[in-house]
C-alpha cells in the first residue's frame, strides 16, 4: 500500500510537471506571437537607467497621457483620444515601467512617487520643461504624484477613474498574486497567464459595464498584456493600491495645481463617491482649484464612453493655465526674426 501511494505519487508530479513545462512553452509561444504581431511604434528614452517606450503625436503645449493597471499606452489610441488631442498638443502615452515595452527593475518598488520620479527625468530627456498630465485608474496616482512633487513641472492634472483613498480591495489578494517572489513567478510563466486569457472577456465586460465593451478596445491584444513581465507588475500595482493611496491621500492638501476629475456614477472597479468625488470635496475645502465631472451610466473606461468630454476637461485646464512660457518665448523670437528679416 505505501509503495503504491508513494507510486501513485511520483506519477502525480510528474504529470503536474510536464503540465508546467507544456503551459511554460505555450506562454512563451503566444508572447513572442503577440510581440511580433504588436512591435513597438513609439520611441525609446533611458531615464536613470531604465527604458522606456513612449508614443509621441502632435505639435503644441505638451500632454502627457498615464494609462492604468492591466494596459498600455495603445489603450488611448484605441479609444480615439490619441488622434483627437495630437491635433492641438504635443501628446506623449508612456507604457509607465514593465508596461508594454518599458522595462520595470525589480531593484525598485514602483509606487506612484518612484514612477513618477522617473517619468519626469524621461520627459526632461526629451525636452519637455512643462506639461498637463493626465491619468487613468492606477495612472492617476503617478498623475498626483507628479503634481506634488514638481508643481512648477506639472501645469494641470486630468484624472479620470481614480483611487485615491484608501478603502478595502478583495480583488488585491487574487490580481497580486503575479508579484509574490518565486510562486508567483512560476504562475505567471506557466497557468496564470492561460486563466488571465480565459477571464479576459469577463475581466473586458466588468471594466466596460454597464455599458458593452468598446469595439476599439478589442484592437487592444490581450497576450500583449498578459505576458509574464507585464502580469508581474499588475500584480505588483495591485498590492501597492491601499498603500499607495494611503500616502497620497495625506499629501493631498499640498496640491497646487489645477484639477479636471472625472468618474463614471456605474464604475464597478473604483466606487466614484469615496474616491472622485470625495477628492474633489476635500480639494474644493482647501480652496484648491478642482472641477468634477460624473459621466451618468459609465463604467471604470470612461475614455471609450465619453473621448469628447475628457477632451473639453484638458482643454479647460490649458485655458485656464495659459500657453507654457517657453511656447510664448519661442513664438516671440520667431515673430522678431521674421521682423528683422523684413517678413
Not at 167 to 190: C, E, H, S, W
Not at 242 to 253: E, G, N, V, Y
Not at 307 to 322: E, F, K, L, S, Y
Request: glycine content about 8%.
Amino acid at each position: 500500500m505505501h509503495d503504491r501511494r508513494r507510486g501513485g505519487l511520483r506519477s502525480g508530479l510528474a504529470l503536474g510537471a510536464l503540465a508546467l513545462a507544456a503551459s511554460y512553452l505555450l506562454v512563451r509561444s503566444k508572447t513572442a506571437q503577440a510581440e511580433r504581431e504588436n512591435p513597438p511604434r513609439g520611441k525609446f528614452v533611458e531615464a536613470d537607467g531604465v527604458r522606456l517606450h513612449y508614443l509621441e503625436r502632435g505639435e503644441g503645449p505638451t500632454l502627457v497621457l498615464l494609462h492604468g493597471n492591466g494596459t498600455f499606452a495603445n489603450d488611448f489610441e484605441y479609444s480615439g483620444l490619441v488622434e483627437e488631442l495630437s491635433e492641438r498638443y504635443r501628446v506623449i502615452v508612456f507604457d509607465r515601467p514593465g508596461y508594454g515595452y518599458s522595462a520595470r527593475p525589480r531593484t525598485t518598488v514602483w509606487t506612484p512617487d518612484a514612477q513618477a520620479r522617473l517619468l519626469h527625468r524621461a520627459l526632461q530627456e526629451i525636452g519637455v520643461d512643462s506639461c498637463i498630465v493626465m491619468g487613468h485608474s492606477w495612472g492617476t496616482m503617478v498623475a498626483l504624484a507628479m503634481g506634488l512633487q514638481v508643481p512648477d513641472f506639472v501645469r494641470g492634472l486630468v484624472l479620470l477613474s481614480g483611487y485615491y483613498y484608501p478603502t478595502p480591495r478583495l480583488d488585491v489578494a487574487v490580481v497580486a498574486q503575479p508579484a509574490i517572489p518565486v510562486i508567483g513567478d512560476i504562475m505567471r510563466y506557466t497557468v496564470s497567464p492561460l486563466v488571465s486569457r480565459l477571464l479576459w472577456p469577463l475581466l473586458a465586460k466588468r471594466v466596460f459595464a454597464p455599458l458593452n465593451v468598446a469595439e476599439r478596445f478589442r484592437q487592444l491584444s490581450p497576450w500583449m498584456a498578459l505576458r509574464p513581465g507585464q502580469l508581474r507588475a499588475s500584480g505588483a500595482e495591485a498590492a501597492l493600491m491601499i498603500p499607495a493611496a494611503m500616502s497620497l491621500s495625506k499629501r493631498l492638501d499640498t496640491l497646487r495645481v489645477p484639477v479636471q476629475i472625472i468618474t463614471g456614477t456605474q464604475d464597478r472597479i473604483v466606487k466614484p463617491a469615496p474616491n472622485s468625488e470625495r477628492l474633489h470635496e476635500e480639494l474644493q475645502s482647501a480652496g484648491h482649484s478642482s472641477e468634477l465631472h460624473l459621466q451618468p451610466g459609465v463604467g471604470h473606461m470612461v475614455h471609450y464612453a465619453h473621448p469628447h468630454q475628457i477632451v473639453r476637461a484638458i482643454d479647460a485646464i490649458a485655458a485656464q493655465v495659459g500657453e507654457p512660457v517657453g511656447m510664448r518665448s519661442a513664438r516671440a523670437e520667431a515673430l522678431a526674426m521674421a521682423s528683422e528679416s523684413g517678413v
